[in-house]
C-alpha cells in the first residue's frame, strides 16, 4: 500500500509453516501408499494407476513448497536454529516423499500374481509399520510451533528428544519385519520376475523408513545446534 | 508579509504532525495489535490520548534542539527565520512524503534535522552568518544518538526478551505466561505511545518554534503538534495498524512487551537529552534485539542495510530541498 511506512521489513520469512506443510504431504504419500499396495494385492489396475498419479503430484508439490524454502532462506535471515542445518534437515524429509513416490511407480511395473499369503500379510504390517513411524515423526514436526513459542525451553527439548528415540525405534521394528520378509521372499516359489520387483518395493519402502530416521536425526541437531 | 508565512509554517507543521501520527504512531502501535492485546479502537483511543500528553509534556526539550539548537537563530533577522521555518517544515515534508511513497524507511526526526541544516547552510551562503556559527557540535551529538537509539533498542530489548525466557517462559505454561502479558502490553504501549509523542513532536514543532526567538516555546504549538499526531492516527493511522499489524502476528504479547518497553525507555531517555531520534528505527532495533534472543522465527537483517541507505539520503536529500526552497522564498517575496 502506497503512502505507508512500516516495520513489517524487519520481519523476515519464515520457513517453518512451509516445513510442517511438506511433513504432511509425506504423511498423505504415504498413507495413499497403503491404499495402493491394497489395490496391488486386489490386482485392480484403475486403482493403482489413480493412486500413483496421486502420490505423483503430491511429491510434484511437495518439491515446489522444498523450492520456495531453499530461495526464500537467504543469508540476511536470522532464524532460531542454524541455516545449513535447517536446509540439511529438509533434504532429509524431502526423501521420505521422494522413496514415496518411486514405490507408487513400482506397484505399476507388473502385474503380480499368487503372492504367498504370509508374505502378504509382512508387506501389509511393514506399510502399517511405515505409517505409523511416520505419524510419530509428523508430531515431532508438530513441535516446531510449541519450539518457537517456548523459544526453545528446556522442556520442550527434552520432549523432542524424547520423540526422536521413539523414531528411531520404530524404524529398527521396520528393519526388523523388513529382514524377516527379505528371507520369506527369497525363500519362496515366486516367479523370480515378481521376487525381483517386490524385493525392489522392499528396499525402497525401508528406504522411507531410513530417510524418516535420518531427517529426525537431522531436526535433532538442528534443534540442538542452536 | 511575516504573518503569511507563520500561517504557512503552522499548516505544513500540522500535516507534519498527521503523517507522524499516520505512520510512526501508527507502527510503534501496531505491535499491540499484532499480538491482539488491544482492539483497534483501544489503540486509537490511548494513541490519541497518550501522545498528545507525551507531545504536550514532554516535548519541550527536543523541540527546543531542532527549532534553537542547530541554526544560530539569535544571530538571524526574525524575517530570515520566518522563511527559513517554512522551508524547512515544507521540504521534511514533501521528502517524508516522496520517500514514503518509495517505501524507503526514512525517519521524520533524520528529515528534519537535515532539512535544518539545510536553512543553515542557506544563511551562511548568504553571508548572513558564518559557518563555524552553525551548532555542529550538536549536530555531532544527534548523529551519535541515531546510531546508539537502535542499539540501545536492541540491547534492551534483548535483555528483557531473555530474563522473560530464562526466568517465565522456561517455567511456566507458554499460553498462560502469553495471557497474563496480554495486560501488561498495555501498558507498554502508553509507554510507547507517551515516549513517541515527546520526541516526534519536535519533528512537526520544532520549525515554528524557531520563530519565537530565545523565548520559551508557547504551549499552544506543543499542543497543535501533539492534536496533530492525535488526528493523524486517527484518520490515517488505524489502516496503517491494521496493515502492519496483521503482518506481524508473531510478535506475541512477551515478544511485544519486551520490543514496546525496549523502544519506550530508549526514546523517552532521548526526548530527556533533548536529542530528535528516529521512533521507528529504534523499534526496528528492539525488534531484532527480540530476534536475537531467539524470541522470533525470523528477522531479516538487509532491512538494516535499507535503514543506512535511507539515513544516507535523506540529510542531504532533505537539505538541499530546504536551500531550494529557501531561495525560491527569498527571490518571490
Redo the contacts between chains.
Sequence with gaps: MRFIRSVTDVFGYSPFKAIHQHSEYCVIAIDLLVDQFEAFIRGDKKEIFTLEKEIDDLEHDADKIKAEIRTNVTKSLRLPVDRHDLLNFLTFQDQIINYTEHVCHMFTYRETKNIENEIEKKFRQLLYKLNDIICKYEELIDHVASLIATSFSKKEITDVLVHVSKIEHAEHECDTVQIELHKLLLNSNLDPMDVILLRNILIHLGEIANSTARAADAFRTMILGR | MIEILFILTLAASAYMAWNIGA??AA?SM?TSYGSKALTLKQIIFIASILEFCGAFFFGSRVTKTVGKGIVPIHLLDPHIVAIGALAAILSAGIWV?IA??Y?L??STSHSIVGAMVGFGLAAVSENLIALESIKWGVLYKIALSWIVSPLAGAILAFIV?SLI?VLI??KLD?DRV?GVFRYLQVITACYVAFAHGSNDVANAVGPISATFGFSETPAWVLALGGLGIAIGVATWGY??IE??GK??T???PTRGFSAELATATTVISASYFGMPIST?HT??GS??GV?????????????VK?IIYSWVLTIPAAAMLTISIYTLLVVFL
Design positions: 505512520n510512526d507502527n501496531a512524503t514514503t511513497y517505501h524507511p526514512v526478551f525466557r517462559l522456561s507458554v502469553e489502516r496503517v496493515t502492519v503482518k506481524i508473531e510478535l506475541t521507528t523499534l526496528v525488534v531484532l530476534g536475537f534472543a531467539g524470541g522470533l522465527a525470523s528477522i531479516d537483517l538487509s532491512v535499507r
